[in-house]
């Protein structure tokens, strides 16, 4: 996955997709595109609302060019390729139409202003259904536990409702994992839920 199309927004969960996007375009060798979009509407003339959403823009232009600075200035210090394309509409419908030409879309596991930016993302699902691309979402910290690596895992899974849990495996040689352990051995002694396994 070559060609990265990084959602930017200021939502809490931008730096954790921002580094994916780096830590992603570093491993291949890729390209992220920053898609930032401003939100407009257009009222007809009189509308109250409209006139406010008017007077408001500005200031929304200029929290939008105050995290571009901000990430620019992040990026500058970074050693991958990277564009900022800024257009103006809805966010999904922007990433939409750029979807074709990027290998994968990372964006935000919450809808922007909605409950504190909590509620689950409807753009994941859109995107999900109509994008050519695969979109990548679900950053999650889990804080650290006193059990092992697997068992937080599997906590973690079945408190969500997974029904399936993806696991990189054996990042280490068999060898070193039979005699040390390692995640994908414990996960796989003890499993709470299907384990879906790649090397």
């Known amino acids: 996955m070559k060609s990265i199309l990084l959602h930017v927004d200021a939502d809490q969960a931008f730096e954790a997709r921002l580094q994916v996007a780096l830590d992603m375009a570093r491993?291949?060798?890729?390209?992220?595109?920053?898609l930032q979009t401003v939100n407009y509407e257009v009222f007809a003339p009189g509308n109250f609302y409209g006139s406010a959403m008017a007077a408001a823009l500005p200031?929304?232009?200029?929290?939008?060019?105050?995290?571009?600075?901000?990430?620019?200035?992040?990026?500058?210090?970074?050693?991958?390729?990277?564009?900022?394309?800024?257009?103006?509409?809805?966010?999904?419908t922007?990433?939409?139409?750029?979807?074709?030409?990027?290998d994968v879309?990372?964006?935000?596991?919450?809808?922007?202003?909605?409950?504190?930016g909590r509620s689950p993302s409807a753009?994941?699902?859109?995107?999900?259904?109509?994008a050519p691309s695969p979109v990548l979402v679900e950053v999650v910290e889990i804080p650290p536990d006193k059990q092992n690596i697997a068992d937080t895992l599997f906590d973690a899974a079945v408190m969500r409702d997974c029904g399936v849990m993806v696991l990189g495996a054996y990042g280490h040689s068999r060898l070193a994992e039979m005699l040390?352990?390692?995640?994908?051995?414990?996960?796989?002694?003890?499993?709470?839920?299907?384990v879906l396994l790649a090397h």
């Open 59 to 92: 200031r929304i232009k200029e929290a939008a060019r105050t995290l571009r600075d901000k990430v620019e200035a992040d990026l500058a210090n970074e050693d991958v390729s990277w564009e900022w394309r800024l257009l103006y509409g809805m966010a999904e």
């Open 180 to 194: 040390m352990g390692g995640v994908t051995r414990k996960v796989l002694s003890n499993p709470k839920i299907p």
């Open 27 to 34: 491993a291949n060798g890729g390209h992220i595109t920053c």
């Open 123 to 130: 753009m994941a699902g859109e995107l999900a259904i109509n």
């Open 94 to 102: 922007r990433l939409l139409e750029q979807s074709a030409l990027h």
């Open 105 to 116: 879309i990372i964006i935000g596991s919450s809808d922007i202003g909605k409950e504190g």
